[in-house]
DNA sequence: AACTAATCGAGACGGTACGTCCGGTCTTGCA
DNA sequence: TGCAAGACCGGACGTACCGTCTCGATTAGTT
């Protein structure tokens, strides 16, 4: 009962918050310059994300429905478009001003990172794991391997590319849906 | 000239950051709680880090002097082994409480996020590259591969599962060495 | 035209915030404590009075209606009654929580400063008028004084007393009433 | 140890208070502002009064040393002069804006009520037992009476005439302290 | 019986102040 | 000059409250 939330104020605060994250990065944020952006008090915040982290997560990662990968006929360029779609989730400024400090910060709070690996890691997962679903299907693989095992192998080497090594991850769909499906065919 | 610095301090904070860092994780430390465990005034913290994040580097990243990886005879021996090195630095508690925010805290330091590379990444690639320099040696390889794409194979997989995932990499480092193996010698 | 408002939430805003201002003081009550206790809406509350304040000053100094004191036959059998109504009414638990928060707010409010003025000051003044009346005619006093200095006489050193001396004004209302009507008579 | 406080920072709290009280009176008074215009941060603030109340308690009633009242060579006139003294500092603007406010806010903290009494009236009734103690050597009194009770009779006016009937105290002294010595005297 | 208009409880809204905390700097006196 | 202690400025945090507004549901009086 009572006057319901305005989704007005919902759109508004993570807007602000994504222009704020790909303005002044993470570090940067301020929950009292996001309520000043989207001229709104901070109870209006407050009333829906219990901490500062909660809401970058919201605007950031909120639903990344990255959609089904598209068959394209083969293992190889299955793996490539997945691929490509991780790097180009992850090169968005906001994505790429929000994952390193929610990564930090989720390592404080099991609730928070239980839904982060949900709304993150478990949607990349289901991608993959009808993907591969597709090649056995195909007669490609044997049988469908250890998901988290390909996970870390298609998502890890974006994140070393981007966060650790701080370069460019151009071209390296390509390559790297080649040395994934190389290995997983075992040829 | 004047007095010289005491090198007790400098291991007093060392100590107390890492101690910390275990126990209340990157986002509960505070300078002056450093301070106060190793019984020492701030300044002397200030006089030797100018952030909390060079400290903290300092304590956490220090020397991560990883020793050549011994020659195993085999690229996939050392690999594996090289692999097994990652793995066991980063489930260091101390190491996994500050390397997330180090690198959420580098985006906003050029600076710092060059030495965390210097002191992080490079020492990998350099052992990888004598790595695989032998195998080329061996004539396991024709030639030696991009070692930032390869370094990115090794440790992407291992950041992956240990911050993304939030697994144990039990088992990983065998698992590892074996497809990066199979997907460098291309069979 | 439309609904009539209820004259049960009236009474139900009157007594809760009565009841919290006994429990949590002035500076405690809260409008929203209000509504709660009362079991309605803060709307409720703001149709009726348009400020904090206002709600308080209706809920505790309402009608003080003290009633024309009555003749004791003698002004200093008449003083001493008005001195006691004024203690009477200042020791309320609820009198006592509001007029120093009154007091204090008024100060920016010129328009509830005249209706405190009116609905407390006046009304004294009131019946201290009529007492000095009834003093001239019995020939006790020449003339009737300064109805303002008389006041100040009378209520002051009830509220230095209770206010700021922060004592029980047992007693007070004799020797209060003795000594003004002395230095009025000048004997 | 440690850095000593900087008696600049205190005198600036208390000026900055001094002057927002005067400008903006006790409810419109903000930590923040104070800090403003004092140039120095809250926590300067904080460090030296645990709440708003005991900062504006130090800046407005810090040390009313007001000094023991000449002596006039009769009790009427050292009364006069000590009724112009209250009236002088209850009519300041920085007093008549805090005291009000304060009266107010002590009574949810017993602490700050106590020392308030200590500050405000003890040194009142101090100036006021000399004053009666040289009537008693004088002959003027037989005994020196009830402090308490004749600080009401002196004060309590003063506030009800400031305070309550919201009118300025000129000529009051004169008047309240011929009633206060009549009546103390008897005659 | 429908319509109108103001009421009601509930609770979200913008704004603003609170008191706490922390980072990085500065200032003591002592060694 | 280094050091422990601790005050300093600046600024963000999350909480609380005020007075306003919006919802859906009553509840009279008016057609």
Do not use: C, W
Not at 8 to 25: C, F, K, N, Q
Not at 114 to 139: C, K, N, P, W, Y
Not at 166 to 181: C, F, K, Y
Request: proline residues 6%; charged residues 20%; negative net charge.
């Amino acid at each position: 009962m009572g006057r319901p939330r305005d989704s007005r104020v919902d759109e508004a605060i993570l807007a602000a918050t994504r222009s704020l994250l790909a303005e002044s990065g993470y570090a940067g944020l301020t929950v009292d310059a996001v309520a000043e952006r989207a001229r709104i008090g901070k109870a209006a915040i407050y009333r829906r994300y219990a901490t500062k982290q909660e809401m970058v997560f919201a605007a950031a990662v909120h639903s990344v429905d990255l959609p089904p990968p598209p068959d394209t006929g083969s293992l190889l360029g299955d793996l490539t478009v997945l691929v490509q779609e991780i790097v180009d989730h992850v090169t968005t400024p906001v994505a790429a001003a929000a994952i390193p400090g929610l990564l930090a910060d989720i390592r404080s709070s099991p609730e928070l990172a239980a839904r982060f690996r949900d709304a993150f890691v478990t949607v990349q997962q289901a991608g993959l794991a009808e993907l591969l679903g597709r090649a056995v299907a195909r007669g490609e693989l044997p049988s469908s391997p250890d998901v988290d095992l390909v996970h870390a192998l298609v998502a890890g080497p974006v994140f070393a590319t981007v966060y650790l090594q701080n370069r460019s991850p151009d071209g390296l769909a390509e390559r790297l849906g080649r040395i994934v499906a190389a290995a997983l065919t075992g040829v």
